[in-house]
């Protein structure tokens, strides 16, 4: 097979950075600054018999600083050894063409609603227009909302691919979501020896996409489908049955066979298999959200097509890159190391973000920083979308260093029987009961129970032996929707650090289920997500007591005259310095980074607050998970406000709730503080509250928006008046508390 000289060069290379004598020498810093402040906090600590409270105000401090050391310890792991990959697609296509492994390419969905079915198929076209051969590719939609006018856009998409697919090819069309690709594209000028012809040809399927479009939604705002359409399909007769969304029988359309000599593009090529599927579900069984959905589609796809790699993405993921299942498959088949990857993760990027990004949405140091670390540390964890899974490591098979993957073998497999009688088989593979009494959600497939399945089945794997790649190439692979209002962000985040969380305190715990089975420092760079949540106590406690106490008239700083100030000063400024630098390394502004520290403070003290106390009650057995799904939509002016970098309040919540208290409380500490010091006569640098007064105005700084939020602005997007209202009184209640 191929050309034997190239027989030895590899698919893909890892890069190391050389020295990085920045970041040791900011570690280095940063580790002298804490040893300094432990050794005050421990030799000052305040006598028994001081004024009431300071004390344990103090020991509260010295403990909240003891876990974020701790904690920013997990961050420089995370930091000190990360890695680069890059592939050779132009040797793997030398060597493999003709044998390169088929993939299955599951999208999810779940509500008409909020992911409207126009984007949905946008998906979907784009994963069916890869560059790879159609044959191999194979599309399953899960949709979770059992909704006909997805089905509907399903339909209207497996006709248009046939002018799509040929399309993409010849006018080497990127990315190829036909709505991201007319949004920006312009007609080609000159392309083909007759641009008259291209420049027809070009408009013509503009105009077909933008009809089809149209058509999709009209039906989707009209909300059922009439009948003329209902014609067109048998498939639509399955509704006849559907009695809600939450209780129908396995609904399960082959819309394109790429077995069927029939199936094939306007230029005769073969097309992609396209599977349509709405998985039984029944009140009384449990459906548990997107695992049991991912789940459901690696049975029905193992029965269809059984391909040895299976790529999931959201719906609101597309590919913005037509040779990302080039660059994945390149880890799977290099002959040195392919057949330990168990999956390769691209990273989760947006293309809805603004210039200074106001709900710190990008992930941007997750994606050019953490993921890197990560995977020298021994592999990124899963991230539920953008991920390419080999199918045995997904399906609960452990690794092993005498298994060779024959992908010859796996080419050879083939499907004989018909469409129809697969697709009867298949809703049985679908329904409530299948998985009764089997290892599905437990040892195979995707983990039940915790509300981020993705990142704790991704665990399991490396605990199985595998390794995981991250590839995050200069060309942006799959583009998604980052949420679009404050509260939105703060509810993905309340889901995710919960969820991280309750894997942290389950048995998967990476320290006790990956003892011996991953490295020390993976654990650890786990660690730094699923004890997000963790991190919520000591913030709340440092943005609250302080600023209490200084009202009270008790200092816990030294003055800015004494020596031990600068521990704490140096901290604070190298600290923020580097995390500057390293924001706008990634391509951020000064302002994002700004907006970032914001985030950063309202996560903590909301989103993590929340799912902290979710995982306990969980823990404790009260409570049952729940996946909130994030909207992809948003109403015209909650969509300009967010174009405008405004943030969006609107609606009440206890989350609000927090944030404008938190936001108060700092206000009115301020003013009682400024007060003291002025009638004090102190000078600024001997007053002992200047730390206090500092930390106090840093703090207002950060809150403007939710000032403006409370009281300036007049939009529909300020804070609702019943959350002002609680807020004020809880942050007098608390000033009181502390003046008495
Ligand atoms: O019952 C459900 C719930 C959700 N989904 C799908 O899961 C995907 C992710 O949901 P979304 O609301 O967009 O969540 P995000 O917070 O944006 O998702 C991130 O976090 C999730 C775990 O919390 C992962 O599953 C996702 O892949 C990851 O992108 C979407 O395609 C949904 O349609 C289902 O199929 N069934
Ligand atoms: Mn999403």
Known sequence: MGNTDHRHLPLFETKTPKTRIHFQLYALLILVCIFFIFIYRLRYIPARSEEAGRRWAWVGLFVSEIWFCFYWFLTAVIRGNPIYRYTFKDRLSLRYESCLPGIDIFVCTTDPTIEPPVMVINTVLSVMAFDYPPEKLNVYLSDDGGSDLTFYAMLEASRFSKIWLPFCKKFKVEPRSPDAYFRSAKPPVLQEDDPVMAKDVWSSVKKSYEDMKQRIETTTKLGRISEEIRKEHRGFREWNLVASQRDHQTILQVLLDGKDPKAVDIEGQPLPTLVYLAREKRPQHHHNFKAGAMNALIRVSKRISNSPIILNVDCDMYSSNSESVRDAVCFFMDEERGDEVGFVQ??????????????????????????????????????????????????????????????????????????????????????????????????????????????????????????????????????????????????????????????????????????????????????????????????????????????????????????????????????????????????????????????????????????????????????????????KVAEDDVLQRYEQEVMEFGTSSPMFTILATLALLNAFCFIGGLKRLIMDMKTWVSDPFSLQILLCALLILINLPVYQGLFLRKDSGRMPSSVTTQAVMFALLACALALC
């Open 346 to 631: 691209f990273p989760q990027t947006f293309e809805n973000l603004t210039k200074n990004d106001a709900y710190s949405s990008s992930l941007n140091i997750g994606r050019m920083v953490e993921f890197p670390g990560f995977d020298g540390d021994g592999g990124p964890c899963y991230i539920g979308t953008g991920c390419f899974h080999r199918r045995e490591s997904l399906c609960g098979q452990k690794y092993s260093k005498e298994r060779k993957t024959d992908w010859e073998r796996w080419n050879k497999i083939k499907v004989e029987e018909s469409t129809s009688s697969l697709e009867n088989a298949c809703k049985v593979l679908a329904s409530c009961t299948c998985e009764n009494n089997t290892q599905w959600g437990k040892e195979k497939g995707l983990k039940y129970g915790y509300p981020v399945e993705d990142v704790i089945t991704g665990l399991a794997i490396q605990c199985r032996g595998w390794r995981s790649i991250y590839f995050n190439p200069e060309k942006k692979g799959f583009l998604g929707l980052a949420p679009t209002t404050l509260l939105q962000s703060l509810v993905q985040h309340k889901r995710w650090s919960g969820g991280d969380f309750q894997i942290f305190v389950s048995r998967y715990c990476p320290f006790v289920h990956g003892y011996k089975k991953i490295p020390l420092k993976l654990q650890l760079s786990y660690s730094l997500y699923l004890l997000w949540a963790a991190n919520c106590l000591p913030t709340l406690y440092y943005v609250t007591v302080p600023s209490l106490f200084m009202l009270r008239g008790i200092s816990l700083f030294p003055e800015v005259s004494n020596p031990w100030v600068l521990p704490f000063a140096l901290v604070i400024f190298v600290h923020r310095a580097y995390s500057l630098g390293e924001f706008v390394w990634c391509g951020g502004t000064f302002q994002g980074w700004w907006n970032d520290q914001r985030m950063w403070l309202f996560k903590r003290t909301s989103s993590y607050f929340f799912g902290f106390f979710d995982s306990i009650l969980k823990l404790l057995g009260h409570t049952k998970s729940a996946f909130a799904i994030t909207a």
